[in-house]
């Protein structure tokens, strides 16, 4: 992430937000939990389903995990929007090379053309080609309040967020809370197992229930916290 801050493609605000999710990580136990495990197969389920897939990319994904994202979208067959809420037209030609460099084509972002209804800030820009037009939109560390904008939009959403209690985890049709980096090779994985397997895929979706699913976060985490008191 320091890296990723020095070579321009973290804003600052992004480290802090890191920082933030690191916490949430430490009392999850720094693991992948079988609710994430559970949550990203629902999540392959929705984007094997969806026909008009998009992958939104920020900072601190750039930094982090490029590669992961570049083979999702692959295998996944969706296309890569770079949204920034911080943002400037250097952030994202340096973000749209990093992902270049790491196999990515044709990635969307640059040149905005709409903007998601009820969003004045920046964070609301996008490509009408990317999530503007999906059916279903990847938002790995995102804000709240695109979360709900798509929602409001009618959009599918997977979301990656540490904290199961953050408007953008309560706002995803889809939640996995995990670290991002753990995240994105599960969800590879589970997109190579489902894809021929239309059966199993609906069953993952059809036995996910979000908010079933990140209350049982929260009793793993609180479970975590009473062992330490311990």
């Known amino acids: ?12 605000q992004g480290l802090i937000a890191h920082g933030r999710g690191e916490m949430f990580d430490y ?3 720094e693991k992948t939990t079988k609710d994430a495990r559970a949550a990203s197969r629902a999540a392959a389920a929705l984007l094997l389903r969806a026909k008009r897939p998009v992958i939104s990319v920020n900072g601190n994904i750039a930094a982090l995990c490029p590669k992961d994202v570049v083979a999702l979208s ?9 949204c920034l809420f911080h943002r400037s037209d250097e952030r994202v030609s340096k973000i749209q090379k990093v992902l270049e460099e790491n ?17 004045d800030h920046m964070r609301g820009l996008c490509c009408k080609e990317g999530i503007f037009s999906a059916d279903v939109a990847l938002i790995p560390l995102e804000d709240g309040d695109r979360a709900e904008a798509l929602a409001r939009m009618g959009k599918a959403t997977i979301a990656i967020d540490l904290n199961p209690l953050s408007r953008t985890s309560r706002s995803a049709t889809v939640s996995i809370v ?14 190579e197992d489902l894809e021929d397997d239309p059966k199993a895929a609906s069953a993952a979706l059809s036995k996910y229930d979000r908010d079933a699913n ?17």
Not at 74 to 82: M, Q, S
């Open 178 to 191: 995990d670290e991002v980096t753990r995240a994105l090779p599960e969800l590879i994985k589970n997109v």
């Open 214 to 230: 990140l209350q049982a976060v929260m009793a793993s985490m609180g479970s975590n916290l009473g062992k330490l008191r311990r």
């Open 74 to 82: 692959k295998i996944a067959r969706t296309r890569i929007e770079v």
């Open 1 to 12: 992430m320091v890296e990723g801050f020095r070579a321009g493609l973290v804003a600052p």
């Open 103 to 119: 196999g990515a084509e044709d990635v969307l972002g640059f040149l905005p053309e709409e903007r998601l209804p009820g969003i």
């Open 27 to 29: 009392i999850l136990g």
